[in-house]
């Protein structure tokens, strides 16, 4: 189960120390902003600010209000100056307190959270991507109990490959598609398509287990990775890379051709590359080449600049590759298309 620590992810966020780059308002900011129902926090920054990011950089905590880093529906963002420099502060509104004789304390499930969760919650709690040791050396399904060629919930089977029994949760995967880098063609990893959920009945050099949750048909060869609980994966602030980014788009989700906001590409950038879970980075749309009509030579040709296409930011890492979803869009992002760190 995915566990959304919004007392801790906020908390974070809000007490960094102050990033080197200025912060730049936007021209139409407002002075003031209630929070409403479906707001994020990258929403209500880029109300205010040119880059959502920085919103730390200007945050004034509020020591008489309680909680005062997380944010509620009904909650009152002031934008002020101290000694010239903008702050934010908050006033506290339509909170929701749940009351006892002993204590006082917020429903933390009803906090804004950073990013929409609902665009990215399919993606933490599965690996998704494996490399292909990995995916080769996985327990598999060998057979169904009743002869069966195609599995699914409720429906018990035959696994060849699991090792005792301290383990007893699993997700069945799938491999899919191979994931190559663009310029070098070094294989980054492997897709591994979530087919099912698997808990472990029977130990044993043929194990039995019985799915559930399945989301498509199950087949014998499918393998069994170990349930990843996802504690800690909705603790991300966003933030600039330290260091100079290089990477590219490897692919993206659900076939589109022309990615747009909040949706999931795949960058071969991984934690190799010293990539982080909220890095933001700008997406550059690749220069195309096309020839000069202009000049003698026929076969002359020009590769144009690349232009801005938009943010991304990251939120899953694995060695080689990365998850980023898109937060703007201010022109088509294409596969191959160009990441780099924001200025």
């Known amino acids: 189960m995915i566990r959304y620590a919004y007392l801790s992810v906020l908390f974070v966020l ?26 994020t926090l990258w929403d209500i920054s880029g109300k205010f600010l040119q880059r959502p990011w920085q919103w730390p950089e200007i945050w004034q905590v509020n020591p008489q209000i309680k909680n005062p880093h997380l944010i509620y529906p009904g909650d009152v963002i002031s934008l002020s100056y101290i000694n010239g420099r903008p702050v934010l502060s908050l006033t506290r509104g ?21 990013i929409p969760r609902s665009a990215i919650a399919a993606f933490l709690s599965k690996p998704l991507v494996v490399g292909e040791d990995t995916l080769n050396s996985a327990p598999y399904i060998l057979a169904s109990a009743d002869e069966r060629l195609i599995l699914g919930a409720g429906d018990k089977a035959y696994v060849r490959g699991i090792k005792g029994d301290d383990i007893d949760q699993f997700s069945v995967f799938r491999g899919g598609k ?5 310029e070098t063609g070094e294989v980054l990893g492997y897709e591994a398509i979530y087919t099912a ?26 393998r069994l990775l170990p349930v990843d609980d996802g504690e800690n994966e909705m603790n991300f602030f966003p933030h600039s890379p330290e260091n100079p980014v290089n990477g590219r788009i490897i692919s993206v989700f659900d076939g ?21 879970v909220g890095h933001v980075l700008k997406v550059m749309r690749a220069g195309g ?17 690349d ?12 060695e080689k590759v990365s998850y980023a979803i898109v937060m703007k869009a201010n022109n088509a992002i294409h596969l191959n298309d160009k990441v780099r760190e924001v200025e």
Do not use: C, W
Not at 178 to 182: C, G
Not at 290 to 302: L, Q, R
């Open 197 to 222: 959920d698997a808990t472990l009945e029977t130990p044993g050099e043929t194990a039995t287990v019985m799915l559930r949750n399945t989301n498509r048909e199950v087949l014998a060869g499918d």
């Open 94 to 114: 339509l909170t929701a307190y749940k009351l006892s004789p002993e204590a006082r304390e917020i429903k933390l499930e009803q906090a804004i959270s950073t």
């Open 178 to 182: 191979v994931y190559n880098d663009p």
């Open 289 to 305: 080449t096309v020839k000069d009509a202009v000049t003698a030579d026929k076969d002359d040709t020009v590769t144009l600049p």
């Open 256 to 276: 589109v051709s022309q990615v747009g906001q909040y949706q999931i590409v795949v960058l071969n950038l991984g934690t190799r590359e010293s990539i982080e």
């Open 14 to 39: 809000f007490s960094l120390p102050l990033f080197a780059k200025d912060v730049i308002l936007n021209d139409s900011h407002p002075q003031t902003y209630q929070v409403v129902k479906g707001d």
């Open 307 to 318: 232009e801005s296409a938009g943010v991304a930011m990251v939120f899953k890492v694995f």
